[in-house]
């Protein structure tokens, strides 16, 4: 995979609210006009750009997110890399599950807690109806899952497109007046370990800052 700086770009641009531009940047000078150059086709869209939502998926549904009983391996992430990380650690986690016949009842997630421009702190998680009898050891714990008011988005396609995504939530919550906190949760429609990047179906939260 490519380097993807989608979660640090979410962080830059849910904390800011801006759009990244340098400060004070000024267009070049005009030079002479040129001639008017013939109307050509539209391009076709690059094989980055995110595939196209379908209809009656959210971008932007206010949601109160239930606290749940999660399991998750904690641990940093550089960009480079990170779509392979996750991956990998969910397939220790899942592995985890089964040896101790823990059955998961929702869909995994990641858990964004810190980013900066080298890499990120996470939590892969996997949703229980109840603590494992089993206590884990090592850096798999239980623990419990954010709560409270979210906006949701959908994403479709593969890693290196979320970032245009996160640009239409930052606009999103310019629009709405809203302040998000300093995390976001990446909750999978699709299997991280199993499927494809371009086939990636990726529910994205967003907690936001109540008064």
Do not use: C
Request: net charge negative.
């Amino acid at each position: 995979m490519s380097r993807t700086l989608a979660a640090a770009a979410a962080f830059a641009l849910l904390s800011a609210s801006t759009l990244l531009t340098p400060a004070g940047a000024q267009p070049p000078p005009p030079s002479s006009p040129a001639p008017a150059a013939p109307a050509t086709p539209a391009p076709a869209p690059s094989a980055t750009s995110p595939a196209p939502l379908k209809a009656g998926d959210p971008f932007g549904e206010t949601v109160t997110l239930p606290e749940k009983t999660i399991i998750a391996i904690s641990g940093q992430a550089n960009w480079d890399t990170a779509f392979e990380t996750l991956a990998a650690k969910f397939k220790d986690l899942n592995a985890w599950l089964d040896q101790h016949h823990v059955v998961p009842n929702g869909p995994a997630m990641t858990i964004y807690t810190q980013t900066d421009d080298l890499g990120f702190n996470y939590q892969i998680a996997l949703p229980v109806a109840e603590a494992p009898k089993d206590a884990p050891t090592g850096n798999i714990a239980v623990t419990k899952s954010p709560g409270g008011k979210a906006l949701r988005y959908v994403h479709r396609g593969s890693y290196d497109t979320l970032d245009s995504t996160y640009e239409a939530i930052t606009n999103d919550l310019d629009k709405k007046g809203l302040d998000a906190k300093d995390m976001f949760i990446e909750e999978y429609d699709t299997d991280l370990s199993k499927t494809s990047e371009d086939k990636l179906v990726v529910n994205i939260y967003v907690p936001i800052k109540t008064p």
